[in-house]
């Protein structure tokens, strides 16, 4: 299999505004941390050759003995593997160590992932899945489309909710990437043209750029969704299909409205553009529940549904569904033969049971992450009062924005103390939104106050300075 290569234009865009100036750090130490980050948070693909010293040191315009110091520095902490002839590789530590929940005597923590360990309920879940599986042990095991019962019950919530659908209308899938990875897989092709809102969930950027399609990006505004503008560059791109997430879209939060559902709607219907609605947030809401879901607002238009249970209930279920019509759910179970073979009974049992016990569980988990999105809120008033944000309707994060193009900065400093922070260029295409963090607010006030502690005198420095280079700059 051919190498993939890194192109130097597109590694600058990644980069962003890596380079921080003045600094007491060496320039070459600032562009290890800055490839190093780019490499821990999957955007820098594994296996992956970087451009040459003499092609990258122009397209930075920095010396070549950075390039080259840079690179000396990742291969002695095992991030690339360099070959006389091959240029660098991409890879990671043998050893790397795996970034705990919880803050530890090292301050170890992953604050890019938005996501809930298990409550007992999980446990209770898998405990009656156990009592149920006998009955299911004569079969094979092998079920495409999923267990009966659940599709039942998940067709069920859709009608509960304004959209009136069939069990044969849901396919179960190994979660929401992976049923998006199937509907690419069905409805495109390479070089096709894919729409997305800018910023979007980074793992279907990469589930759109590794089905060989071509993500393009329709920017969202202060608030809302900009109708007028995906009208026109689906006139203009002619794409094969759209990606939207109206329900507390990750990372901004917010929650589209019913006339905003209504035109976009009525918009795939007239130019025939199929939609994929990722859904994987709309449990979590704290004031109101959403509007209907998108495809209730025009049954002509060709809506295909995805929904999770890895949010609302726990991440390690890994279990999706996708809701569509019988002749696109009949298409995707032919395509899904090259991928895998159906998804787990025990998983899908105990989704059942999650299912219908959902009204409290989930009543108790909004309460909750609602708690803790106010202690969040607070917590960074008094740590960083610089930074501004809209408060979210629900989900799971705050889309942060900071004073200035810092977020690479501050996240490469951030891993330096073993913080591993969500910059705001994850969710964008060529590198946008550097001067944005989405950040999760899953963990307890204890664990959060311990690292913004350990957090603000790195971002003071780092902040200080640029205060300080744009007042001399006036002068």
Known sequence: MPQRRSGSQS??????????????????????????????????????????????????QVSRTTIASALAHLREEGFIVSRHGSGSQVMLPAHHPQVPTRMSAAQSLDLSTAALSAGPEIHQAYSHAMAALPEHLASTGYDQQGLPALREAIAKRYCQRGLPTRADEIMVVNGAVSGLALILRLLTGPGDRVVVENPTYPLAIAAIQGA?????????????????????????????????????????????????????????????????????????????????????????????????????????????????????????????????????????????????????????????????????????????????????????????????????????????????LGTGTRFGLAGAFDRWLRLPFTHDDETLRVAFKALQPLWNSLNGQQNNLRTRKII
């Open 212 to 420: 060989s399609c071509r993500p393009v990006s329709v920017a969202l505004p202060h608030q809302g969704w900009d109708v007028g503008g995906l009208a026109a560059t689906i006139a203009q791109t002619a794409p094969r299909l759209a990606y939207l997430m109206p329900d507390f879209h990750n990372p901004t939060g917010r929650c589209m409205d019913s006339a905003t559902r209504q035109a976009i709607a009525d918009l795939a219907a007239k130019t025939r553009t199929a939609l994929v609605v990722d859904e994987t947030m709309v449990d979590l809401w704290f004031n109101a529940p959403p509007p209907p879901p998108l495809a209730a607002f025009n049954s002509q238009a060709q809506i295909i549904t995805l929904g999770s249970a890895g949010k609302s209930f726990w991440g390690g279920l890994r279990l999706g569904w996708i809701r569509a019509s019988t002749r696109t759910i009949a298409s995707l179970i032919q395509a899904r033969d090259t991928l895998d073979l159906g998804s787990p009974i025990l998983e899908q049992l105990a989704t059942c049971w999650l299912l219908e016990n959902s009204a409290d569980l989930l009543s108790q988990r909004r309460q909750m992450l609602a708690t803790r999105r106010d202690m969040c809120s607070a917590l960074m008033a008094e740590y960083f009062p610089q930074w501004r944000y809209e408060q979210p309707e629900g989900g799971l994060s705050f889309w942060v924005e900071l004073p200035d193009m810092l977020a690479t900065l501050f996240a490469a400093r951030a891993e330096g103390i073993g913080i591993h």
């Open 11 to 60: 590694l600058v865009s990644l980069l962003g505004h890596w380079q921080e100036s003045p600094s007491r750090m060496p320039l070459w130490r600032q562009l290890a941390e800055a490839l190093r980050l780019l490499i821990l948070d999957g955007r820098l693909a594994l296996d992956s050759r970087l451009p040459g010293e003499r092609e990258l040191a122009s397209a930075l």
